[in-house]
């Protein structure tokens, strides 16, 4: 698991470089097919998937940080600022002067996008600790898209190394352990699953 996560952590320094596949597996010693297997363990897409979203978010951030799209097509594309709207129109159909990411009360797509990179990178990048809602920064909510997108993100219980981890811990024995409180403490039923 140790290995995994480190391989995790170098896929993440990769993609955000924007280093093709073929480039990061013979860099790993990995084949191409073997980059995508061990992508769709950790991060359940493949990595050119994995690559668009964690790009996509980076370049939100920048937006909402007030960059200028000359600025941010600087870093991303050679300074090109009409691949920086197009890679941006894939995703969200509009410019990145358009985009909001002040949500108020109501968080936007775009700001929602980059609490969940955020959180992916974070989880990917600790890979042993167990990081709480408070270390990550972001609502609950985040967490509970995420696993619907299909990250395997595991709740770990407990007062003092509780927290969240991207699929190091074994989920059988993290939700038998919360059924357990659920029954005994607060008499819930036992059939809660994440």
């Known amino acids: 698991m140790q290995m995994e996560n480190t391989i995790a952590k170098n896929i993440i320094y990769y993609a955000y470089n924007r280093t093709k596949q073929h480039e990061v597996a ?22 050119k998937q994995f690559q668009r979203e964690l790009i996509f978010s980076t370049i939100l951030e920048r937006i909402r940080d ?47 996008q980059i609490l969940e990179t955020k959180v992916i990178t974070m989880l990917a990048t600790n890979p042993i600790k167990n990081l709480t809602l408070k270390q990550l920064g972001v609502p609950r909510f985040i967490i509970t898209n995420l696993r619907q997108k299909g990250y395997n993100i595991i709740s770990v219980p407990g007062r003092y190394n509780g927290g969240y981890n991207l699929n190091y811990t074994s989920k059988s024995n993290c939700l038998s352990w919360i059924n357990n409180i659920r029954i005994y403490r607060y008499g819930l039923p036992g059939n809660y699953s994440f």
């Open 26 to 47: 013979k860099a790993l010693g990995y084949s191409t097919k073997q980059l995508t297997r061990i992508c769709k363990v950790v991060f359940n897409r493949t990595y």
């Open 66 to 112: 007030c960059n200028t799209p000359q600025s941010i097509a600087e870093e991303f594309f050679n300074g090109n600022v009409h691949q920086l709207y197009a890679y941006v129109k894939s995703f969200l159909n509009v410019p990145p002067k358009q985009i909001s990411t002040k949500g108020g009360h109501y968080m936007t797509a775009a700001e929602i």
